[in-house]
């Protein structure tokens, strides 16, 4: 297999010390040279150049401001999982727009409005925030036996791996699983094996590295500890469209680069269908998609794998019952990821052992 390119290891060699990173100022008070460029803040324009049209803002926007500020300070501190929100806060506009709620002299009324409806938006988000708990970690068991990448699922093996249910809609549970995952592992291979019940599969056939999230498919974000924040995203389709990225997460920017180019060499993958993919006069029952990652090319496991390796992981189906690309789709996971999938705090951490621990009695 092809080890990492030069392109990969200048990747992996930028600053990922995520975790302890934490805001020790309030993030809103940046520089008078900043709050100059930054768009809509106009609290620092001189009275002469107020609009006609300009208004006080009023004791109830200094208090959403005041929430907002209060609740990133505290959602900005691991073991939080709403750093990806609050880094979206970080943004010119975001910061613009608290000024102006925030502002002792006169605002546009167009600025103060959009301020305020960035802020009952934002606020909501920001609280539900609070309430989220880290993932429990899970396990993935050795493999004792063959597997033949066929998208079956049908040796004993699978049946050692703990079944993980995929039913979480952002933070929200849904009462019906009707996508699950299995993980298995030996040392060259990660093993992964999706099951999903789906009466209406959209699934058109695209090019490498297409929107396969646009229609039906499973996403697995695999992240190792030794690399926190760069990661694989990989997509599959039960038609056989394949996405991988490479991704890097910023510690304090909301979102991610995405190294498009780069490919996991050796991937194996396969699927079986049970009905008829992207007919929508009939009803299908589901499919099932099993793949083979090579740990080789996972960040910081050149080496391959060996009991206790840790690996952080979101594993996802989207789902298109519509028939239109990207239209009314839905997105779940196995756990709550508070915002969207490249939300990396709220990645599972998963052990590799070779049989599930006892648990401890106290």
Same mark, same amino acid.
Request: charged fraction near 20%; charge should be positive; glycine fraction near 6%.
């Given at each position: *297999?092809?080890?990492? %390119?030069?392109?990969?290891? #200048?990747?992996?060699?930028?600053?990922?010390?995520?975790?302890?990173? $934490?805001?020790?100022?309030?993030?809103?008070?940046? %520089?008078?040279?900043?709050? #100059?460029?930054?768009?809509?803040?106009?609290? @620092?324009?001189?009275? #002469?150049?107020?609009?006609?049209?300009?208004?006080?803002?009023?004791?109830?926007?200094?208090?959403?401001?005041? @929430?907002?500020?209060?609740?990133?300070?505290?959602?900005?501190?691991?073991?939080?999982?709403?750093?990806?929100?609050?880094?979206?806060?970080?943004?010119?506009?975001?910061?613009?727009?608290?000024?102006?709620?925030?502002?002792?002299?006169?605002?546009?009324?167009?600025?103060?409005?959009?301020?305020?409806?960035?802020?009952?938006?934002?606020?909501?988000?920001?609280?539900?925030?609070?309430?989220?708990?880290?993932?429990?970690?899970?396990?993935?068991?050795?493999?004792?036996?063959?597997?033949?990448?066929?998208?079956?699922?049908?040796?004993?093996?699978?049946?050692?791996? =703990?079944?993980?249910?995929?039913? +979480?809609?952002?933070?929200?549970?849904?009462?019906?699983?009707?996508?699950?995952?299995?993980?298995?592992?030996?040392? @060259?291979?990660?093993?992964?094996?999706?099951?999903?019940?789906?009466?209406?599969? !959209?699934?058109?056939?695209?090019?490498?590295?297409?929107? =396969?999230?646009?229609?039906?498919?499973?996403? *697995?974000?695999? *992240?190792?500890?030794?690399? +926190? /924040?760069?990661?694989?995203?990989?997509?599959?389709?039960?038609?056989?469209?394949?996405?991988?990225?490479?991704?890097?997460?910023?510690?304090?920017?909301?979102? %991610?680069? +995405?190294?498009?180019?780069? &490919?996991?060499?050796?991937?194996?993958?396969?699927?079986?269908?049970?009905? &008829?993919?992207?007919?929508?006069?009939?009803?299908?029952?589901?499919?099932?998609?099993?793949? #083979?990652?090579?740990?080789?090319?996972?960040?910081? *496991? @050149?080496? /391959?794998?060996?009991?206790?390796?840790? !690996?952080?992981?979101?594993?996802?189906?989207?789902?298109?019952?519509?028939? $239109?690309?990207?239209?009314?789709?839905?997105?779940?996971?196995?756990?709550?990821?508070?915002?969207?999938?490249?939300?990396?705090?709220?990645?599972?951490?998963?052990?590799?052992?070779?049989?599930?621990?006892?648990?401890?009695?106290?």
């Amino acid at each position: *297999m092809k080890p990492f %390119s030069k392109t990969r290891i #200048a990747l992996l060699a930028a600053p990922v010390a995520i975790v302890a990173l $934490a805001l020790t100022v309030n993030p809103f008070k940046i %520089s008078a040279q900043n709050n #100059a460029s930054a768009a809509g803040s106009p609290a @620092q324009s001189s009275p #002469a150049s107020q609009p006609s049209d300009s208004i006080l803002p009023t004791a109830v926007d200094k208090q959403l401001a005041l @929430q907002i500020t209060s609740l990133v300070i505290e959602l900005d501190k691991p073991p939080s999982l709403g750093r990806e929100i609050v880094n979206n806060t970080r943004s010119a506009e975001a910061i613009g727009f608290i000024q102006a709620l925030q502002s002792e002299t006169p605002v546009s009324t167009r600025t103060l409005a959009r301020a305020r409806r960035y802020a009952r938006g934002v606020l909501p988000q920001l609280e539900e925030l609070r309430d989220l708990k880290a993932p429990v970690p899970s396990y993935v068991v050795l493999k004792r036996s063959p597997i033949t990448i066929d998208g079956k699922l049908d040796e004993p093996t699978w049946k050692r791996a =703990v079944e993980i249910p995929i039913q +979480f809609q952002k933070s929200e549970k849904t009462p019906e699983v009707k996508a699950k995952a299995r993980l298995l592992w030996d040392a @060259q291979f990660l093993y992964v094996g999706f099951e999903v019940l789906d009466t209406n599969i !959209i699934a058109p056939v695209i090019a490498r590295d297409g929107d =396969v999230w646009r229609n039906d498919c499973v996403e *697995m974000f695999l *992240m190792p500890s030794q690399r +926190f /924040g760069t990661y694989w995203e990989i997509e599959l389709s039960p038609t056989g469209s394949i996405l991988d990225y490479l991704c890097y997460k910023y510690p304090n920017q909301w979102g %991610s680069d +995405f190294h498009t180019a780069e &490919t996991v060499q050796g991937l194996q993958v396969a699927s079986v269908i049970r009905g &008829t993919a992207n007919k929508t006069d009939d009803r299908d029952e589901g499919y099932t998609i099993e793949v #083979a990652v090579p740990f080789d090319q996972l960040p910081g *496991m @050149q080496k /391959g794998a060996g009991k206790g390796d840790r !690996i952080r992981a979101l594993l996802g189906w989207v789902n298109n019952d519509s028939g $239109a690309s990207n239209n009314a789709t839905t997105s779940l996971a196995q756990v709550p990821y508070a915002g969207w999938f490249h939300n990396v705090w709220s990645y599972q951490p998963f052990k590799l052992v070779y049989k599930i621990p006892k648990p401890t009695t106290k």
